[in-house]
């Protein structure tokens, strides 16, 4: 089956930067809703489209087409008590940005002082230019409830626990969140 609008994909890869240091090594493989749903990067699905399981190939992403120009703007300094304890260098938080209307922003704990956080908006990987080895492993249509969500079900997809975490009553609070 060919990679088309509306099919899931199993595709393993390999993240790294463009000078070849490796970023991430995918565990498991990413498991996407194909055909614009905003579940992998543009560049990503444009090189895969119309390929089948076993297709391979090395693409580079640049900084605007991956995760953005890094922004001083989305540094921010929080009290610590307002966020949960312990806290250390390097967790992450969900939170709204400011401005922000309705996309929540990952902050990561950059600095910690005694009484003051540093909190960083911007994606780890903002700024760099990626490397992804892709190799696909499954293509399969993606079934009706699938396609109404924008996103994959199942093992690897979407799980709908989460949901619930949206609901913000101030839009200023921080969620502890696991991100991997
Ligand atoms: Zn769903």
Redesign the pocket.
């Known amino acids: 089956m060919k990679i088309a609008k509306d099919t899931v994909v199993t595709v393993n890869y390999k993240l790294s930067d463009a000078q070849n240091n490796l970023i991430e090594e995918g565990s498991q493989p990413m498991v996407y809703l194909h055909g614009g749903y905003e579940n992998t990067l543009p560049k990503i699905e444009e090189e895969l489209d119309g390929k089948e399981a076993g297709y391979s190939s090395t693409i580079q992403v640049e900084p605007e087409d991956a995760f953005g120009d890094y922004d001083p703007a989305l540094v921010k300094v929080e009290e610590r008590n307002r966020l949960p304890e312990p806290i250390e260098v390097g967790m992450q938080f969900e939170g709204m940005a400011e401005g922000a209307d309705e996309e929540p922003t990952i902050f990561t704990v950059t600095e910690i002082a005694e009484d003051k956080v540093v909190l960083d908006g911007n994606h780890p990987l903002a700024g760099m230019a990626l490397r992804f080895e892709l190799s696909v492993v499954d293509v399969r249509a993606a079934t009706a409830?699938?396609v109404q969500?924008g996103?994959v079900?199942g093992p690897h997809g979407?799980h709908?626990g989460h949901e619930e975490m949206e609901d913000s009553e101030e839009g200023d609070h921080f969620r502890s969140q696991p991100l991997q």
Do not use: F, T, V
Request: aromatic share 0%; net charge negative; hydrophobic share 0%.
């Open positions: 409830e699938e969500h996103h079900h979407h709908h």
